[in-house]
């Protein structure tokens, strides 16, 4: 490494101020920082330190990621060859996923980082590294058939529109990774909904199995039927859905790896225990309200099986925690967790035409985190002056 760091000291000349490369100078740094610990410190001000900066943060959070990648890896691979009826191995399964879903990652990557740079190069600011997260978000919310062409304008829209124009990282009031799955979703809904999307590789259906369905439980679910099956007809048990050999996005189908990440973020301090738990809640809380005044068979839906289906828990852990989106307040984070739940399972029962109510819920409630957060330190001024006024007396 000291080599590297010797030959990167020696390249940088050129770009830093009055050089001839001094264009691509946010670029330069973006790739610098990435590789090694800045050597300047900030000045003039008092500052809390500790052993959290940005950068761990942040590989922690893709750490708490990699459980739901691989199997959504594993799972792309599985699905495809159950599809064509082929008897396939586990290193057969998982290098077909991996050849899938690595071109999506290095498209996220690649248009992600680029606009990132040309923007802070035009307000001549360092490039925040909050993208090195999104950019690995974006793929995981995909099916793992969407054309790449979509996955670099889904990822334009969601850095420009999502991010950029409210002043970048740390300023967006949206998730990036949701917004690009949105901006999807209601520009291409055939690309995003249906029974051959997500499954990798058939989009011309050759070879699939006579009648064999890629519908995920969900969209099952929304034709009012009370029977889940596979693609071949055989049904769902509760340990499919909760392990997640279902179809579904990369990374949102296996319950299990994901609350496995879950646990890494919690341990390490990084995403808030409390609204990933209030979101389960809210979710719980708003089935049990469907079952007792259930009319149709989507409204029977045991309310834990709906906790393991489509993106609920993996919006819990990696969307709703989004520091940046959410509410920062310890009162407001329960609010705004146990809303979201809440109001996933209403949209994704009661509007068949949003199934995957997750995606929608959480947009919301990141508009109305800041009112959220607004009212509840009113709530606490309040309180503590009518104490104050109590205790002059």
């Keep these: 490494m000291s080599a590297l760091k010797r030959f990167v000291d020696k390249i940088k000349p050129p770009f830093e101020k009055g050089g001839k490369l001094h264009m691509f100078l946010s670029g330069f740094e973006a790739v610098e920082t990435f590789l090694f610990v800045p050597n300047r410190v900030t000045r003039g001000f008092v500052h809390i330190r500790d052993a959290n900066d940005m950068k761990r943060t942040l590989i922690i959070v893709l750490l708490a990621m990699v459980p739901a990648l691989f199997f959504g890896i594993w799972n792309t691979g599985f699905h495809h060859f159950q599809a064509l009826g082929i008897q396939a191995g586990f290193w057969q399964m998982v290098w077909f996923g991996f050849l899938k879903i690595l071109p999506m990652i290095i498209v996220s990557y690649v248009v992600g980082l680029g606009i990132e740079i040309a923007f802070a190069q035009m307000r001549n600011e360092e490039v925040a590294e909050g993208y090195f997260v999104t950019g690995m978000l974006i793929p995981m919310v995909m099916p793992a058939d969407v054309p790449l062409w979509m996955v670099a304008v889904a990822t334009v829209f969601a850095v420009v529109i999502g991010k950029e124009v409210f002043g970048g990282t740390g300023m967006n009031i949206l998730n990036p990774a949701l917004t690009a799955r949105a901006f999807l979703f209601f520009a291409y809904p055939s690309h995003m909904s249906g029974d051959k999307v997500w499954i990798a590789g058939l989009a011309d259906g050759t070879g699939i199995v006579d009648g064999y369905s890629g519908s995920t439980i969900l969209g099952q679910a929304a034709q009012h039927t009370s029977t889940f099956v596979n693609g071949l007809g055989q049904a769902y048990k509760p340990w499919d859905m909760f392990v997640g050999t279902i179809p579904g996005s990369i990374g949102e189908t296996s319950t299990l790896a994901i609350l496995i990440g879950a646990v890494i973020l919690i341990l390490a301090g990084v995403g808030s225990w409390k609204i990933i738990l209030s979101v389960f809640a809210g979710g719980a809380v708003m089935g049990l309200l469907l079952n007792a005044f259930a009319v149709n068979a989507f409204m029977e839906l045991p309310f834990w099986q709906h906790l393991l289906l489509g993106g609920f828990a993996f919006g819990a852990v990696f969307m709703a925690t989004d520091p940046v989106s959410a509410t920062q307040t310890e009162r407001?984070?329960?609010?705004?967790?146990?809303?979201?739940?809440?109001?996933?399972?209403?949209?994704?029962?009661?509007?068949?035409?949003y199934p995957e109510g997750v995606m929608l819920a959480i947009l919301l409630m990141n508009v109305f985190a800041p009112l959220i957060d607004h009212y509840v330190v009113e709530a606490n001024i309040r309180k503590r002056l009518k104490r104050a006024k109590v205790t002059a007396n």
């Design 332 to 353: 407001g984070k329960w609010i705004y967790g146990f809303l979201i739940g809440f109001l996933a399972i209403l949209i994704r029962v009661l509007n068949p035409a």
